[in-house]
């Protein structure tokens, strides 16, 4: 199993940036798949998540309305565009499958976590 996510970088408050997650090495429209964060200093986190065929997404409280989850079935990737980031939102983003059933916002439910991607938000 491989994830690879990208697109991070650092943008000034009110900005946005698009991450992608790309999948490989198990059937990628077998499962949903999140994106989570880890600030430093802080627990990993729970930001959205996207059912196997996209028809389903769920937010963080902290992200709703600013942040949209999305895949393509056809090239194995997961995407989050991020709009009005605020500093707060400054982490390591990524990506993983969906293999337990702790409770969709439970970072416990997300495992085979590919390497991250640095978000930085600049006030």
């Known amino acids: 199993v491989q994830l690879q996510a990208s697109g991070g970088g650092t943008v000034q408050a009110g900005g946005s940036l698009r991450l992608s997650c790309a999948a490989s090495?198990?059937?990628?429209?077998?499962?949903?798949m999140g994106w989570l964060r880890q600030a430093p200093g802080k627990e990993r986190e729970f930001v959205a998540r996207?059912?196997?065929?996209?028809?389903?997404?769920l937010y963080a409280d902290s992200v709703k309305g600013r942040f949209t989850i999305f895949r393509d079935n056809v090239k194995n990737t997961v995407s989050l565009q991020m709009n009005s980031l605020k500093s707060d939102d400054t982490a390591v983003y990524y990506c993983?499958?969906?293999?337990?059933?702790?409770?969709?916002?439970?970072?416990?439910?997300?495992?085979?976590w590919g390497q991250g991607t640095q978000v930085t938000v600049s006030s």
């Open positions: 993983a499958r969906e293999t337990h059933n702790w409770g969709y916002t439970d970072v416990r439910s997300y495992n085979d």
């Open positions: 090495g198990f059937a990628f429209t077998s499962y949903a």
């Open positions: 996207i059912n196997w065929n996209g028809g389903s997404t």
